[in-house]
């Protein structure tokens, strides 16, 4: 799959199904120094996603400020074929003052065993290690 | 007020609050005196309004909660990368 760069970083269409409903998370930043994945509230809302009162909720404090999102089980998170069943992502408004539909954080990449290939601009899927 | 005194205030209500004073502890954020900002129709509306106030104010604290938590249970999490940072610095 191929990486688009803007802004000096790396973005990846995403598809998430969460109850039946797959949509495409266009714009979702690849980012290795964000520790779980969140996505942009305007696209959950896109798969029924909104904030109920028993949702988990949670603080993301940065160096840069800090932001309330959610916590949700969705059914499916994937790049191209490759995904993960049952994964949890934190939903946000992530209003940074540009196009961004989500960050791809260290949760996914990692247990989804993501190569990033800066090289040549793309992103796959090794084989888990036996 | 505190979260008990918000409960009591508005039962089963859909709020935008502000942390006037606030500490973080064992990964949580615990708001140790707080204010009601906005009381909204549902989640949804709650954080758009979250958004919208966070765009004004960017040095507040707010938070979209509902009143039934018994305890306000806000984990937290530390970030690094882009949290914070605006399409001025990416594009300078």
């Known amino acids: 799959m191929q990486l688009i760069f803007r802004h000096s970083l790396a973005f990846v269409t995403a598809t998430l199904t969460y109850e039946g409903t797959t949509i495409e998370v266009p714009d979702v930043l690849v980012d290795t120094g964000a520790a779980s994945t969140v996505i942009n509230a305007d696209f959950a809302a896109e798969a029924h996603i909104f904030l109920r009162s028993s949702d988990q909720l949670r603080r993301l404090r940065g ?3 800090h932001e309330h999102v ?4 969705v059914d499916r ?5 490759q995904g993960l ?3 949890d992502v934190e939903i946000g408004e992530m209003d940074y003052g540009f196009e961004i539909g989500g960050i791809l954080g260290m ?3 990692r247990a989804a065993n993501a190569v990033i290939d800066l090289g040549t601009l793309s992103i796959r899927f090794a084989s888990p290690s036996p | 007020m505190r979260w008990q005194d918000v409960r009591a205030a508005h039962p089963d209500q859909w709020l935008v609050i502000e942390a006037l004073e606030a500490h973080s502890e064992n990964d949580h954020r615990i708001l140790d005196r707080i204010a009601v900002i906005d009381v909204c129709p549902d989640g949804r509306t709650t954080m758009k309004r979250y958004g919208e106030l966070r765009r004004m ?3 507040r604290e707010f938070c979209f909660v509902h009143t039934s938590m018994v305890e306000l249970n806000i984990e937290e999490r530390l970030w690094l990368g882009i949290r914070g940072v605006r399409a001025a610095d990416l594009s300078s």
């Open chain 1, 107 to 109: 949760d996914f990449l």
């Open chain 1, 85 to 87: 069943d049952d994964f």
């Open chain 2, 57 to 59: 104010h960017p040095q």
């Open chain 1, 77 to 81: 998170l994937a790049i191209g074929e």
């Open chain 1, 70 to 73: 959610f916590v949700r089980r």
């Open chain 1, 63 to 65: 160096v840069g400020g």
